[in-house]
C-alpha cells in the first residue's frame, strides 16, 4: 500500500501556521529530499498555463518547492513545453519569485526529443522531451483540474502530454478520435441534434457539414437517437476513449524508464482552484468545489487515484459549472458526469502497466 501525504486547505482556526503553505512546508520536510536530491539536477516538471488562464498552481507553492530542492542540496529547474517560457513569466513563474528558471522541456528550439518505444501497439514509438529525461530527478508538480479529453488532469496528463514533442501528443490525442459517422445525404439540417446536445459539442461549419468536438462529447448518444433521420451514427466512443487513457498511461511508463524509481521520482498535486477545464485552454471558468490541498505520493498511480477520490461530485458548488454544459450526467465521479469519460481509466490504465497500485493509506500532514 502506498503511503499519499495530505495537507489539507481547510483551516480550523485562523492561524498562519496551519494556513495550505504552512502545512505544505512540513509535507516537504517530511519527504526526505536530502537523501533524494542532493547533488542531482531536478526537474520539477509543471504545467504553466496559457494566455490569461489564472488557475494554474499559484508561485508561492512552486517557490516552497524549488527551495526545499535547494535546501536539500539539488539544483532544481522548472520545465514544460518549449514554447512555454513565455507563458511563464505571464504567470509570476520567474527566477525572482520561486527561485529557478522555465527550461523549455524540448529544447530552446523544440527539436531536442529521445524516442522510445511503448508497449501499445496503436501508438508505437514516441519522442520524449529531452530536458526532462536528461535530469537526474523529477518532481511531478500538477495542478488537479478536470480535463475534456481524459476527464481529469493530474500527474499522468502532466507527464503524458507535457514531457512529448507536439506530433507525439498528436498521435496520442489521436487515438480517440473519430467515432462519429455523419451522412450528410440523410441530414435535413433540422437543427434538433445541435440544440439538444448536452455539452454544445456540434457544430454545422458554413459549408453545412457536421463538426463534433471529441473533447466536449459526453457520449450520452443524444444525437444519434434524436435525430429523425438517422443521420449519425456512434461506434464504439468508450474504446475510443480507453485507447487514449491507455496511450497516456504508455507513455508515462516510458518516461519514468529514465529515473530510478521509486527515490528519484516524486508527484505533488495541488488540489486547488480545481476548474472544469485543463489549463492549456488559456483562460479560466469557476472553479467547481471547494479548495482540498495537496497531495503528495512517491507513486503515480496512489497519488492520482487519492487525487480523483478527493474530489467528490457531493461537493460541487452549483452553478459554478459554464452554461454552455446545459446539464450533468448522473452517475459516476464529478468528471465523468461533467466530461463523459471516466477520469479512473487513465489510472487503471497506468495500474495494469505496473506503474503503482490503487491502495493507498492517507497522512495527513497537521
Ligand atoms: S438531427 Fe439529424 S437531420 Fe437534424 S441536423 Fe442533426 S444530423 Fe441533421
Ligand atoms: S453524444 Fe451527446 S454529448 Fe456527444 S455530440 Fe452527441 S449529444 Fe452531444
Known sequence: ??????????????????????????????????????????????????????????????????????????????????????????????????????????????????????????????????????????????????????????????????????????????????HFEWDSELCTHCGQCVSGCPTSAIKFNDDGEMQIFDHHCRYCMHCTTCCPTGAITMEEPRGKFELFQAGMAATCKEALKFFEQPRSVHYITVLTNITPLCDCWGFSTRPLVPDIGIVASDNIVAVEQASLDMIRAEDYIEGTLPDQYTTMGESGHLFERIHGKDPYEQVRQAEKLGLGGTEYEVVTIE
Open 1 to 178: 500500500m502506498h503511503e499519499v501525504l495530505f495537507a489539507s486547505a481547510h483551516i480550523p482556526r485562523l492561524e498562519r501556521n496551519i494556513s495550505l503553505p504552512a502545512k505544505f512546508e512540513r509535507m516537504l520536510d517530511r519527504c526526505d529530499y536530502a537523501s533524494r536530491f542532493e547533488g542531482k539536477r531536478v526537474a520539477i516538471k509543471m504545467h504553466v498555463g496559457a494566455a490569461i488562464g489564472f488557475y494554474t498552481l499559484h508561485p508561492l507553492f512552486v517557490k516552497l518547492v524549488v527551495d526545499s530542492v535547494k535546501q536539500a542540496g539539488g539544483k532544481p529547474f522548472l520545465t514544460d513545453g518549449s514554447f512555454s517560457t513565455e507563458a511563464a513569466t505571464v504567470r509570476g513563474y520567474v527566477p525572482e519569485v520561486v527561485g529557478a528558471r522555465v527550461v523549455g522541456a524540448g529544447g530552446e528550439h523544440d527539436q531536442y526529443y529521445r524516442a522510445a518505444q511503448t508497449e501499445l501497439e496503436e501508438l508505437g514509438e514516441i519522442e520524449l522531451c529531452g530536458n526532462v529525461v536528461d535530469a537526474d530527478a523529477l518532481i511531478v508538480l500538477s495542478h488537479g483540474k478536470g480535463h475534456g479529453n481524459s476527464g481529469f488532469g493530474g500527474a499522468i496528463k502532466n507527464i503524458a502530454m507535457g514531457c512529448v514533442s507536439y506530433p507525439t501528443r498528436g498521435r496520442i490525442h489521436g487515438l480517440m478520435r473519430s
